[in-house]
């Protein structure tokens, strides 16, 4: 058991670029989660997959945040035309389902738009 | 939607004084859980509380879960230098039209202890 694993650990990009980021969850692991965190702040929810399936997304969102999970393994997540409002700590966890207890987070992927 | 709130935001203490938050939810929960977030780390799991008036003790830490399952509570006896970070309560609702898997974190307490 690694753990969660997220890449890159930061990114800086221009304002208008598009930026991908990469959760690898634990292997026996079916649910997987994206989280937003900003200073001061809790995590805030962004979508869930089980499995390869994306069961939800948050209506904070907009179009420019798209997550794919192929084949239920590793997920991606994407900003296009990043803004400065996108600056953020994005946090990938995951969990087994009927396991009971929490989430395991990754350490999560600081995005910095300038 | 659903909201967690936590208090205080902030503590500061002396090592060995003991410490205190509290967390409330605008609806039931089905469960709670309290992460502890080093400072430059990500959310660590510390425990979940699943029925009415559960308590639940590590070492130091006692967790609480009110009767109503819309409040819990987090108490740290003697504490330590160690114990510095955000202390944060997720809730999951018991109603949330099948969304049973995503967890309300409230905004956290920073606890920091002077040795």
């Known amino acids: 058991d690694t753990g969660v694993s997220q890449n890159p650990r930061h990114k800086i990009t221009k304002r208008g670029q598009n930026v991908t980021f990469r959760c690898d969850p634990i292997s026996e692991h079916n649910r997987l989660y994206w989280y937003r965190q900003t200073l001061g702040q809790g995590p805030e929810f962004l979508t869930y997959?089980?499995?390869?399936?994306?069961l939800e997304k948050s209506r904070l969102l907009s179009d420019r945040f798209s997550a794919e999970r192929p084949k239920g393994s590793f997920s991606t997540l994407e900003i296009q035309r990043t803004e400065q409002g996108d600056s953020a700590m994005y946090l990938c966890?995951?969990?087994?389902w009927g396991q009971g207890g929490g989430y395991t987070f990754g350490s999560g992927t600081r995005l910095t738009v300038v | 939607g659903q909201q967690v709130m936590q208090i205080p935001q902030y503590q500061h203490v002396q090592e060995g004084e003991d410490f205190t938050t509290y967390c409330n939810s605008s609806t039931t929960l089905s469960n709670i859980q309290w992460y502890k977030q080093r400072p430059g780390g990500h959310p660590v799991f510390l425990i979940q509380?699943?029925?009415?008036?559960e308590v639940k003790k590590q070492k130091r830490l006692t967790f609480q879960f009110g009767e109503a399952k819309k409040n819990s509570s987090l108490h740290i006896t003697a504490t330590q230098t160690t114990d510095v970070g955000t202390y944060f309560c997720a809730g999951l609702a018991s109603d949330s039209g099948g969304s049973n898997y995503k967890l309300t974190f409230g905004k956290g307490t920073l606890l920091t202890v002077n040795p």
């Open positions: 509380l699943v029925k009415s008036g």
């Open positions: 997959f089980q499995n390869e399936a994306q």
């Open positions: 966890a995951s969990s087994r």
